[in-house]
């Protein structure tokens, strides 16, 4: 897996922010039994950045944590059968990666929401990769039944590598 960062936020963490986003996306796509070596854009910036991202592409004017941009479609969650099918819009043609799409994380959120959850800044991060991963492989929240399969298959990915709320 080939994870691009870009942190236009500078703000050091104080784990190695590639490292914990490639375990963790790594550790989804095993779950969801991806089929192809894959890429993901992460861009790390703050909240005036990612209420511009969310008022641009969701005509949402306010700071979120986090938002997924997935550059596939799917029928069912997961299905990664139709990439092959889109190979042109689907893969790199120089590595030859499925690429799943972008993801935006919001320092600031990282930061506040550690504190307000107790729990440490990366737990907090490699929690908002999961649930992006997820979005990338076509999972949603938007109705309860959706955000209960998420939401379990976030705490299983994290609980998987020991990243939990107890870790510090």
């Given at each position: 897996?080939?994870?691009?960062?870009?942190?236009?936020?500078?703000?050091?963490?104080?784990?190695?922010?590639?490292?914990?986003?490639?375990?963790?996306?790594?550790?989804?796509?095993?779950?969801?039994?991806?089929?192809?070596?894959?890429?993901?854009?992460?861009?790390?910036?703050?909240?005036?950045?990612?209420?511009?991202?969310?008022?641009?592409?969701?005509?949402?004017?306010?700071?979120?944590?986090?938002?997924?941009?997935?550059?596939?479609e799917f029928d069912t969650q997961s299905?990664?059968?139709?990439?092959?099918?889109?190979?042109?819009?689907?893969?790199?043609?120089?590595?030859?990666?499925?690429?799943?799409?972008?993801?935006?994380?919001?320092?600031?959120?990282?930061?506040?929401?550690?504190?307000?959850?107790?729990?440490?800044?990366?737990?907090?991060?490699?929690?908002?990769?999961?649930?992006?991963?997820?979005?990338?492989?076509?999972?949603?929240?938007?109705?309860?039944?959706?955000?209960?399969?998420?939401?379990?298959?976030?705490?299983?990915?994290?609980?998987?590598?020991?990243i939990t709320r107890e870790m510090q």
């Amino acid at each position: 897996m080939t994870f691009y960062v870009e942190n236009e936020a500078e703000l050091p963490f104080d784990f190695p922010v590639l490292e914990v986003a490639k375990l963790v996306g790594e550790k989804v796509l095993q779950m969801e039994n991806c089929p192809y070596e894959t890429q993901v854009n992460l861009l790390l910036t703050n909240n005036a950045g990612i209420q511009e991202y969310n008022r641009d592409y969701r005509q949402i004017d306010a700071p979120t944590d986090v938002l997924s941009f997935p550059n596939l479609e799917f029928d069912t969650q997961s299905d990664f059968e139709g990439a092959a099918q889109s190979e042109a819009d689907c893969f790199d043609p120089e590595s030859g990666e499925l690429i799943l799409g972008d993801i935006i994380i919001s320092v600031d959120r990282v930061v506040s929401q550690a504190e307000e959850y107790g729990h440490s800044r990366k737990r907090e991060f490699a929690f908002l990769v999961a649930h992006s991963m997820l979005h990338l492989c076509g999972y949603d929240h938007m109705e309860a039944e959706e955000a209960t399969v998420m939401e379990e298959k976030q705490r299983e990915v994290l609980n998987q590598l020991q990243i939990t709320r107890e870790m510090q």
